[in-house]
């Protein structure tokens, strides 16, 4: 059976990661992960002044599976995954948000996409809020959903990548396959799954989006028009790099 680890960046979450642990302990006894072999949940705290880092080990003594490991100072949620990924140990890796805005049990769809044929399954499959069969239980406000769909539109126009929604936060990952290439990421910030995704390509590995059910939480750290401008320049800017990049992943 393949080990999963899940991976959660964090930046000042004190408020909203207890009911995350509680919810990944529950789905953990339902079984909802049973297709792989539970091995860590890491919680990457991202220079947090609000004791999110000693919020996640007081769930420890339930969830053994937790590890925490704190990046200082606050450089970026990409620069946190990126750091997630060199730690964990599991065949595949769930990256899921603080907030849960997706719930658990969509993991089974993913790893479904994943597993469903060992020779052939996809190596990457991420939640996605904008195709047939997706649910957004609660909407985001009108800026935030049509600047999100237009930064979208910009990454498929500029890239070439064909997904529709590229920063859903809850994507399950194939660690053998990206390792070749996770030296060479760089975003520090939101645009990290573009880059991600760019260097997969890449590589030749099979990639699907899983429509999802998907809730808005409030509390984002996104600025839609700071961030969404430094993201747009972010895509232009990996497209470019990646184009002249002489080093095989």
Known sequence: MPSL????????????????????KSSKEKGIFKSMELAEVWIIDD???DGTAQ????????????????VTPNQGKGNAIHTGLKLL????????????????DQFIPLAQACLSNTSSGFRIAMGSRDIEGS????????????????FNFAVRLITGLPFKDTQCGFKLIH???????????????FAWDVELLLFAKRAGLSMVEVPV????QEGSRINPLKDGIEMFFRVIQMRIRIAFLSVEP
């Open 135 to 150: 649910v957004r239980k609660e909407r985001q406000s009108w800026l935030r959903e049509n600047l999100g769909r237009l």
């Open 213 to 216: 059910v998907w809730e808005h």
């Open 47 to 49: 220079g947090s002044k």
């Open 89 to 104: 140990s599991g065949d595949w890796c769930l990256i899921a948000d603080a907030d849960s805005a997706t719930p658990w």
């Open 5 to 24: 680890s899940i991976l959660i960046p964090a930046f000042n979450e004190a408020a909203r990661l207890p009911q995350t642990m509680e919810l990944i």
């Open 175 to 189: 660690m053998p396959s990206v390792r070749p290439f996770l030296t060479l990421l760089r975003v520090k910030r």
């Open 55 to 70: 919020i996640a080990k007081n769930f420890a003594p339930g969830l053994p599976e937790i590890r925490v490991h704190s």
